[in-house]
């Protein structure tokens, strides 16, 4: 991953939160870094073309729109990467983690209703031949994930 530019940094810095709800949002973004609009979107892409991101998008809190749940599978460790790759390219899974655990592969499914993410967690077990183990929202936390990568 190449180096964040001074700019890079301040956008991801500030908008983690607090994006701007209006018709343009990154116009808004780059008025306030004083770029262009098309800049802000050409180092978003570039950002996440390089990996340094994983997605531009709302995060909506569990139950508010749609349907999620959290998911485990114990995947052999000679098809973790394959597995990965294959629950990565579902676009109701945003991302997916490896852990130190029985239940290695862990992600979370989001769709329009319940009967919808039970289908996508039935095409994985389908195309894997691993039953993912499906742990439901009981309690909600929020956890603030936004990290800074500038200090004063």
């Known amino acids: 991953m190449p180096p964040l530019d001074a700019i890079d940094r301040a956008l991801l810095d500030r908008f983690q939160s607090g994006f701007p709800l209006d018709p343009r949002p990154f116009a808004t973004l780059g008025a306030a870094l004083g770029i262009a609009e098309s800049d802000v979107l050409s180092r978003l ?3 996440q073309a390089s990996g340094a991101i994983s997605r531009v998008g709302a995060v909506v809190a569990p139950g508010r729109a749609g349907a999620s749940t959290l998911a485990a599978m114990a995947v052999p460790e000679a098809r973790l990467d394959e597995i990965a790759a294959l629950i990565s390219a579902y676009s109701s ?3 997916n983690y ?3 655990h029985r239940f290695n592969l862990w992600f979370v499914v989001t ?3 319940a009967a ?3 289908a996508v967690l039935g095409d ?3 195309r894997t031949g691993i039953l993912p ?3 439901p929202l009981l309690e909600a936390f929020h956890i603030d994930l936004g990290f800074p990568l500038q200090w004063n």
């Open 45 to 47: 892409d570039a950002l």
């Open 93 to 95: 899974v945003n991302h």
């Open 98 to 100: 490896e852990r130190e």
């Open 111 to 113: 769709a329009s209703d």
């Open 116 to 118: 919808a993410v039970q």
């Open 124 to 126: 994985i077990a389908s």
């Open 133 to 135: 183990l499906d742990l």
